[in-house]
């Protein structure tokens, strides 16, 4: 068996909430806020408790809020319809999509129409003619940028697969009814560890701030827990193991990670793993 260096908790100290993200947060809250009809706070349906700000209340000061449960064509779709009733159960108004699918286009727009029923009822009644402002709201790259091209239907926002694309705010708009605020994705000072992690492997922190090593082996243990099958059928590898270490090794050396003196490349597995994650090779996962 071989072993894995602990490099202790290296997250502890690491910088969540670097001052663009602090300077945006507030100038959302105290200028961005009160411009807004209603707000689109998007999610990534692979981790979607851990995409939530525990604030969000706070900040949007009573708007409505339509919660889009985004990238659907990497989640669990079972896992996702759990969470779902849960958020409808607590009052919540949900939306499912992925962003990069141009077909969920009328679904958002229904959505924020229902949600403004009532003050777009009183426009037609006094024959106005209004452009209502969507704020998009979420951590970073969970999709929003994304979501503002498929419903603008050409390319307007800045996209990326990297934590912290967007960096200004950009009014987008997507018809002669709705009028688009992209945001920079800002997270919040202080969550735990858990929540971290599965921030880490969805990709909403920067992998700068990750031992890649130790984040891609306790990615593939959570998958092992959650997903045995999808592991057993990708890998075709024993089971019979005492530590789970020794089922990553195993995992390492069909896929030929290794070194010179037949040592285990652990540095790359993990980059390949949390790559291989993001871009769903693994089929449709949700941590949570």
């Known amino acids: 068996m071989v072993d894995i260096v602990n490099k202790g908790d290296t997250r502890k100290n690491l910088k969540w909430f670097p001052g663009h993200m602090k300077s945006a947060l507030e100038d959302i809250e105290d200028n961005k806020i009160k411009l807004a009809d209603v707000i689109l706070y998007v999610l990534d349906a692979r981790a979607p408790f851990s995409c939530m700000n525990p604030n969000v209340n706070k900040i949007v000061h009573n708007k409505p809020i339509i919660y889009v449960f985004n990238k659907m064509d990497l989640a669990d ?46 426009h037609k009644e006094k024959q106005m003619t209004a452009t209502y402002k969507v704020l998009v709201l979420g951590v970073p790259n969970t999709g929003k940028s994304t979501l503002i091209n498929m419903l603008a239907g050409v390319r307007k926002a800045t996209t990326g697969n990297i934590a912290g694309v967007t960096r200004v705010n950009q009014w987008i708009k997507i018809d002669d009814m709705f009028m688009l605020l992209d945001t920079p994705g800002v997270l919040w000072p202080k969550f735990d560890d858990g929540l971290s992690r599965n921030l880490a492997y969805v990709g909403s922190l920067s992998d700068k701030e990750f031992d890649m090593t130790d984040l891609g082996f306790e990615l593939m243990q959570i998958l092992f827990e959650k997903y045995p099958n999808i592991i057993k059928e990708k890998y075709d590898v024993d089971f019979d193991f005492e530590e789970f270490i020794e089922l990553y090794d195993r995992i390492c050396l069909k896929r030929g990670f290794i070194m010179r003196g037949n040592e285990i490349d652990y540095e790359r597995a993990g980059r390949t793993f949390i790559t291989e994650f993001r871009n769903g090779k693994f089929g449709k996962i949700t941590l949570e």
Do not use: W
């Open 77 to 122: 779709d079972r896992r996702v319809a759990e969470i779902q009733k849960e958020f409808i159960e607590s009052g919540k108004t949900t939306i499912l999509v992925s962003s990069n699918n141009a077909t969920f286009k009328n679904a958002v727009k229904t959505a924020l129409k229902t949600v403004l029923k009532e003050k777009i009822e009183r």
